[in-house]
């Protein structure tokens, strides 16, 4: 079963999504974006006690051990949205991966530090 996450982006970056320039979005590695992205992690999910926790810490200590631990969840496809209003800006992209890595500062990273990386492919629907 395929999944589709919903992001909401400023429009420079929106913008340079839609035309092929920008390949990859980035995501902190925090809780929120673990919930929503990691499905197992060492056989729990990752909300479960202290896992969380750990997960947390081991990315930060070594995140390419930990990222063959996780099981993602069956995400193949992001909406990327402009704006709040009824009648924002939309487009279908896929998702062709998630990598924990640094990101690339013209694209708007912090030089230097790792994120969950979302690599993106084809524009499958503009809306």
């Not at 990691?38 to 750990?54: A, E, H, M, S, T």
């Not at 990315?59 to 631990?69: E, H, M, T």
């Not at 704006?83 to 990273?109: C, M, S, T, V």
Request: glycine share 8%; net charge neutral.
């Amino acid at each position: 079963m395929s999944k589709t996450l919903h992001l909401n982006l400023k429009k420079k970056w929106f913008d340079m999504i839609l035309s092929g320039e920008k390949t990859e979005e980035y995501r902190e590695i925090k809780s929120h974006w673990i919930n929503h992205f990691v499905d197992f992690y060492c056989g729990r999910k990752p909300n479960d006690g202290n896992n969380l926790q750990w997960l947390l810490c081991d990315i930060k200590d070594d995140p390419d051990r930990v990222f063959s631990k996780m099981l993602l969840k069956g995400i193949d496809t992001i909406t990327f949205s402009n704006g709040y209003a009824k009648d924002r800006p939309q487009f279908e992209i896929e998702l062709k991966g998630i990598e924990i890595k640094e990101g690339n500062p013209k694209w708007g990273a912090e030089p230097g530090k790792k994120y969950f990386v979302l690599s993106l492919g084809e524009i499958l629907l503009p809306f």
